[in-house]
């Protein structure tokens, strides 16, 4: 008979993203400090913290776009921090990235960029990829705007855009940063729901990088909080907002800490003769 720890673990979706003891370096600065965090089949991960606390490094270390010092990252049962360019462009085809900002390209039209992904990586006719891509712009209700340049879209509908790009390849992970940044209240809030829809129709485990509070609230699964470098706290919504670590609820009250201040060290900072405060 199963032990209660093997039925739980039964029972638990497996980690599609294992980050282990990472540790990367910008120079002789420490910005990572051994980050260890798992991301589930299926759930809607947030990566959460306040400026520099090493969210977007994270980020860009899952995606395979920098190399840490130490530790490892397996995405997908592969381990990120030892591929080659050629096997992490084969593992790209497997994950969505719906970039700040959305960054569509200016000189195609909606419909080019949504099909871009289909046109680089696969040989499926025209015809095929034209179906696909109108089928995406009517999940992120884009309908009819494929033929639009991205200078006439709003900055809702260009984050909108980017998202059906991101999964015209129905990714098992789709990884977004900073979805709302810039969009008012309203439009903010669609776009969360569109998140929701996207996990709920395409079954993608999500992986959202935000400092966005309502935005994190409303969509977590599961909220990462950062603070510079090191993780404070992982754990649903709740946990969160009960948590009773100081810098937690100062993050969420936003509430500024002054740093303790070693008069040598600042010093030495102003006279460049130090390497200045490590992350």
Request: hydrophobic residues 45%; aromatic residues 4%; glycine residues 10%.
């Amino acid at each position: 008979m199963a032990s209660p720890e093997a039925r739980n673990a039964q029972r638990e979706p497996a980690a599609v993203i294992e980050v282990s003891d990472l540790v990367t370096h910008y120079g002789t600065r420490e910005i990572l400090h051994g980050i260890d965090l798992e991301v589930r089949a299926g759930e809607i991960m947030v990566i959460m913290g306040g400026s520099g606390s090493g969210k977007s490094t994270l980020l860009r270390h899952m995606l395979g776009l920098e190399r840490a010092t130490s530790g490892a990252i397996r995405l997908l049962g592969e381990d990120v921090c030892q591929m080659d360019a050629r096997a992490l462009a084969a593992l790209s085809q497997r994950i969505g990235v719906a970039f700040q900002g959305g960054a569509l390209f200016s000189s195609m039209t909606v419909g080019e960029n949504v099909m871009l992904p289909l046109r680089e990586h696969t040989e499926l006719d025209a015809d095929t990829m034209e179906i696909m891509m109108r089928i995406k712009l009517e999940i992120v209700n884009l309908a009819g705007y494929e033929h639009l340049m991205p200078s006439e879209l709003s900055g809702g509908m260009i984050k909108r855009a980017a998202f059906a790009r991101a999964t015209i390849m129905d990714p098992v992970v789709l990884f977004c940063d900073e979805p709302s940044a810039g969009l008012d209240p309203v439009v903010s809030r669609a776009l969360d729901q569109l998140i929701l829809d996207l996990r709920d129709a395409l079954g993608m485990t999500i992986v959202v990088v935000t400092h966005e509070l309502e935005s994190a609230f409303a969509i977590a699964d599961r909220i990462t909080v950062l603070d510079q470098g090191h993780i404070l706290l992982v754990g649903t919504v709740d946990e969160v907002r009960g948590s009773d670590d100081e810098r937690v609820q100062g993050l969420l009250n936003r509430r500024f800490e002054e740093p303790d201040l070693d008069p040598e060290a600042y010093l030495a900072r102003l006279t460049g003769s130090g390497e200045g405060p490590r992350a």
